[in-house]
Each structure stands twice: as structure tokens, then as C-alpha cells.
């Protein structure tokens, strides 16, 4: 069976210096890599290059055993991307947000779903808020519902636990578990334990 994400010999350089070279992991479905390191290791770099924010210096990202660079607009279609930005129109409101993001993949309007992922965070009663009324923790919260609801394949969170309290932490396990078990994949930038069951650590910088 094709692993579902192969990355080998890859290869990043950031401010005219190379953060890592020759990195290879795999990942299949239900999978989670937890990229640790220090401030400066290359965790942010290496989501940005697998989303292909970034170029790679060397080595090849492959899903299903094909070239993601081949397809940049399919590949971006299979991945819902958390940043330090929490990438978020603030005049709309949370639900408007978590649709809208779902359209941009070319995913089908999903009533049931947005509301599901609102009542994973316990943002039902902000649905319907402009997203710059809310607090910071507020609106990771919903950074993350619009994640959880966009039926991607391949989640890349860089530092998800930021800005949340012990709540919102316990939702954001439930709801990569949840994810897990469904077949999806994840991989995760993080200074704090996942505490999710099979994850690997990858450390950057080691």
C-alpha cells in the first residue's frame, strides 16, 4: 500500500542560511508527527514548505506516491493550514468564516458540519459574531473550528496550543483524535505535549 505523505532529502534555507537538510519522514492515514525543537530549528519552515508557502532547496514531497509540486492547486485543495496568523476575515462572523473556507477547497456547503465544528469549540453561541469582536483565545478557537470542518485530508498546525486555555486545549485533542481516527493525517509545530495516543516526535535542530 502507498504511504500517504513521503517527504525525503528535503532541504530549506531561511535568511541565506540552510535550517535542516536531508529530512525524510512518512506519514500514513491516522497518522500525527509532533515537530519539536528550539525557537529557530525550522518548525515553521518545514509546514510552510510542505504547504509549498516556501521553496525546498532539495528532496521531494510526495502524496500517494506522486509529486505534490506537480498539482500546487490539488495538493493545496487536500490541506487545512493553521499559522500564528489565525487566517480570519474579521468582519465576518465565525460560521461566515468556517463556510467560506469550506468553499474556497471546493468543498460542498455543509450546514451540519459547520455547526458541529462551533459545538467542538464551544463557539455555538458566537457563530453568528464578527470575527474582530472576539478575544484572542476566541478567535484561535475558531481558526481552529474552520480546521476541523474543512475535510481536509492533511492537517499542518503550527503551534495550536497558543493562545488557548485548558478548555479549548481539551477540544483541540478531541477534535485531532477525532480526525485521526477517521483516516485523516496531521503534523503539528509545538513547544507543548499533544498528548494524543501513536503520535511521533520529530525533532528539528537535534
Do not use: Y
Amino acid at each position: 500500500m502507498t504511504t500517504a505523505l513521503l517527504v525525503t532529502g528535503l532541504a530549506c534555507r531561511r535568511g541565506g542560511r540552510r535550517v535542516f537538510d536531508g529530512l525524510s519522514f512518512a506519514l500514513d492515514a491516522g497518522g500525527l508527527v509532533a515537530l519539536t525543537g528550539r525557537n529557530g530549528s525550522g518548525k515553521s519552515t518545514l509546514l510552510r514548505a510542505l504547504a509549498l508557502l516556501v521553496p525546498a532547496q532539495a528532496g521531494e514531497i510526495r502524496w500517494q506516491g506522486s509529486d505534490v509540486g506537480q498539482d500546487r492547486e490539488a495538493w493545496r485543495g487536500r490541506l487545512a493550514w493553521l499559522g500564528h496568523l489565525d487566517g480570519l476575515k474579521g468582519d465576518l462572523s465565525v460560521a461566515e468564516n468556517i463556510s467560506i473556507a469550506r468553499r474556497l477547497r471546493g468543498a460542498a456547503a455543509d450546514s451540519a458540519l459547520v455547526a458541529a465544528a462551533l459545538d467542538s469549540f464551544d463557539l455555538a453561541p458566537l457563530g453568528d459574531r464578527a470575527v474582530r469582536t472576539l478575544s484572542a483565545g476566541q478567535r484561535r478557537r475558531a481558526a481552529l473550528a474552520r480546521v476541523a470542518a474543512s475535510g481536509a485530508p492533511l492537517w499542518l498546525l503550527d503551534e495550536p496550543l497558543n493562545a488557548l486555555d485548558a478548555p479549548a486545549q481539551v477540544s483541540l485533542r478531541a477534535a485531532l483524535a477525532r480526525h485521526l481516527a477517521s483516516g485523516g493525517l496531521a503534523i503539528a509545530a509545538t513547544h507543548a505535549p499533544l498528548d494524543i495516543d501513536g503520535a511521533r516526535t520529530l525533532e528539528l535542530g537535534a
